[in-house]
């Protein structure tokens, strides 16, 4: 790590940890060690992109909804998506880094956004299995993150969560009325649920023992629970819905166990969680370059807005 | 020229008539009647509030955490400002 803790004034750190022990939440002008600052940095900034890039999936469907009921939903959830990101890029600029700098970052590869949206969405059965699961698989996450110790964050994930579960809600609507229907209709479903089922597990993270991060951040309380922890919790909600309209979660290994109370799964393929975290997913060329492009797009739009209010300052400052 | 994405707004929300406003959030826009409309649809889209504040975040006067200590130290000494402090009569009602 860039930032090592022996550098930090051990009575400062002493103290820093005692508040978090204590539940005290840290605020932005609170003394905080660089390395906790960092690591916050790249959470919420990961946290933050992901919400925008996970725009992209279902973008992809509001021309081709099958409804104007579902594309209006569809719309309503890609405006929340969009908003979760703005709170979240809030939380993170109260670090001392601009919304600019973090963008730029995006850009240029240095900051990383949740590989699962670096999967296409090719048919309608996408958009329940990207809210039944994707979104499901993120609140787990998010709810623990209600008790992250840094302030800003942990009032984000709050704001969050109430508006997420109509998210998971639309998806496993969709899937269900998918599975109610035609042959073809219910097929559809099930691809869907083959495709999503791993890339959703592996929103995790790697395993406790893999994760370059987790010690240090459950330590600090950035994190309340481990991804192997907040795994287990989503497979076992899930499979039990996917079992309730017809599905079958894509695991022959996929069993109950009623000593430990929870569902047994196959290990997920690491390999293809890291070659898509490295660049190589089906889409991740495809999502930056779109990002990109939308925000080169819109420079006309902000320098026009700051022309304006520029030119009413000064009108203000004559009259 | 700078893209700087605008001006850092604080967005204060009250539930409804009557209620105190609360910090809900911050955004950013170039002027005030964008940071309203952005304030509306980044903060009110399910019926959170009945009126906004938005307040440029430049223009908030901040209390500091380091001299919090010292700062709030006149408040510690004057129990007698809490009714607990006050000895009734026994068999004293409604006070």
Redesign the interface.
């Known amino acids: 790590m860039a930032h090592e803790l022996e550098n930090e004034d051990p009575i400062k750190l002493a103290e820093f940890q005692a508040k978090i022990d204590a539940e005290i939440k840290i605020e932005p002008k609170d003394w905080m060690p660089e390395a906790y600052r960092q690591n916050l940095i790249r959470q919420i900034s990961q946290h933050a992109h992901s919400e925008v890039i996970g725009m992209q999936p279902e973008g992809n469907w509001v021309s081709r909804a099958p409804s104007l009921r579902s594309k209006k939903i569809l719309m309503a959830k890609i405006q929340d998506e969009a908003g979760h990101g703005l709170y979240l890029y809030c939380a993170a600029e109260t670090l001392g880094v601009s919304r600019d700098q973090y963008i730029q970052w995006l850009h240029e590869g240095k900051a990383k956004y949740a590989s699962v949206f670096n999967y296409p969405s090719p048919t309608w059965a996408d958009m329940g299995a990207i809210g039944w699961l994707v979104d499901g698989a993120a609140i787990v996450n998010q709810v623990s993150l209600q008790r992250t110790s840094y302030g800003p964050y942990a009032r984000a994930m709050v704001r969050i969560c109430m508006e997420e579960s109509f998210h998971q809600r639309q998806g496993y609507e969709i899937m269900a009325r998918l599975m109610e229907g035609s042959e073809a209709q219910r097929k559809m479903a099930q691809d869907a649920l083959d495709r999503w089922w791993w890339p959703s597990l592996m929103m995790f993270g790697p395993h406790d023992s893999d994760s370059a991060h987790s010690s240090q951040s459950m330590k600090w309380k950035i994190k309340r629970e481990s991804n192997d922890d907040l795994r287990q919790q989503f497979i076992d909600k899930t499979i039990p819905q996917a079992e309730l309209i017809g599905l079958k979660v894509p695991d022959e290994n996929a069993k109950w166990n009623a000593e430990t109370n929870h569902y047994e799964t196959s290990d997920i393929d690491w390999d293809e969680f890291w070659n898509v975290i490295k660049g190589n997913g089906p889409c991740n060329r495809h999502r930056l370059a779109h990002h990109i492009k939308a925000h080169k797009d819109g420079e006309w739009v902000r320098a026009a807005a700051q022309a304006f209010a520029m030119k009413q300052n000064n009108k203000l400052k004559i009259a | ?1 700078e ?4 001006t ?1 707004w604080e967005v204060f929300i009250q539930p409804k008539a009557g209620r105190p406003y609360k910090h ?5 826009a ?2 005030k009647s ?1 940071a309203m409309e952005a304030a509306r ?2 903060y009110t ?2 019926g959170e509030g009945s009126a906004l504040w938005l307040v440029k975040a430049e223009d908030i006067v ?1 209390s ?3 001299d919090m200590e010292a700062f709030f130290d006149p408040a510690n000494d004057k129990a007698y400002r809490h009714p607990t402090f006050y000895t009734m009569p026994e068999g004293s009602k409604h006070i």
């Not at chain 2, 809900?24 to 950013?28: D, I, M, N, T, V």
């Open positions: 020229m893209d700087n994405q605008g850092l809900a959030g911050s955004l950013h170039y002027d964008m649809d980044l889209r399910r901040a500091q955490p380091e």
